[in-house]
Structures are given as C-alpha cells and as structure tokens.
C-alpha cells in the first residue's frame, strides 16, 4: 500500500495522528484498491444488430507517424504489461466482455489492436459512466458498506461527509 501511504503523506492539511489513522483505516480495505484489472466490473459494448465500421486507412505525415507510434506503444505498455505504482490513484480498472473485444479493435499502420481493459480508469470518465453506468456500478460495489450512509456515487465521482477527519 505504499502509494496510498505516499497520497496521505503528501496531504499537509491532515495532523500527523489523523495520517496514522488513515493509514490504519486504508490497511484494512486494501481489496478495494485493485491490482489487477478488472475485479469489480466488465464492461459490455451492446451494438445491437449494427453493422461494424470499416474505415480505410488514413495517410499521415512522419511526424503524425511518430506521434501515433508513441501513444500505440504507451497503450501496448499499460494494457500487456503490469499496472504502474500509480494506477490506484486512477481508480480500477475495468476489462471489456470478452465477446465485446474486437468491437474495440482499430487499425493502425502497424497493424490491428483491441483494447483488453478500458484505457482510463474512473477520473475523466464521465462519457462512458454516462452511457454504460460502468464506473458508477464499479464504484458502488467499492463503497456499498457506506453508500448513503456516509458516501454517494454520481456519475464518476464519490461525495463523502462527514464532521471531522477522524469521523471522514
């Protein structure tokens, strides 16, 4: 739990007793701060009976080239690879329905890919929270001990009250 240990750190607004606390707190709900991805929810990709787009390549100078080629290879980096220190911070992970991969897939000049795990975890992820209830759903099962007991979920945000530290 060193990067939760790191975020409570670095908050200079907690005492050094409320920090231990936290630190304490956070130890004992270390299921919900997710390792692998997707532990809590898939994400389903309903098209219905649409038809799938076909798009043709589009050209690119070698400067776009290269660009492309950097993002293609941090995405390859985050997705095949083990999660870094900091995915914690960006929420779980969601993993798309394996029946619902290729629905994902996009074409680059170096060949085709398919995303394995939604590329973003709960921060800035209003759009597909909107359309599928995917973060929310995912959020809700992390936090059901509280909900509407101390905490409440909207779209991919968390609200939490309470009327000191020790009580938050």
Not at 16 to 39: A, C, Q, V
Not at 57 to 71: D, G, L
Not at 74 to 94: A, C, H, S
Request: charged fraction near 25%; aromatic fraction near 12%; glycine fraction near 4%.
């Amino acid at each position: 739990m060193k990067i939760i240990d790191e975020l409570i750190d670095s908050n200079d607004e907690l005492t050094i007793d409320d920090k231990d606390h936290f630190k304490l707190l956070f130890s004992g709900f270390s299921k919900i701060f997710s390792k692998r991805p997707g532990t809590l929810v898939n994400h389903k990709i309903n098209t219905g009976d649409a038809k799938p787009v076909v798009c043709k390549r589009r050209p690119m100078s070698p400067a776009e080239r290269q660009i492309f080629q950097n993002a293609v290879d941090e995405l390859i980096e985050l997705v095949i690879f083990p999660q870094k220190n900091d995915d914690v911070t960006m929420g779980y992970r969601i993993t798309f329905e394996f029946q619902d991969r290729d629905k994902t897939t996009f074409r680059w000049p170096w060949g085709n890919f398919r995303f394995k795990v939604v590329p973003f975890g709960f921060i800035n992820s209003t759009t597909l929270a909107l359309l599928t209830n995917g973060n929310k759903e995912a959020m809700e099962i992390a936090l059901e001990e509280g909900l509407w007991i101390y905490v409440v979920v909207h779209v991919n945000d968390a609200i939490c009250w309470s009327s000191s530290a020790s009580d938050h």
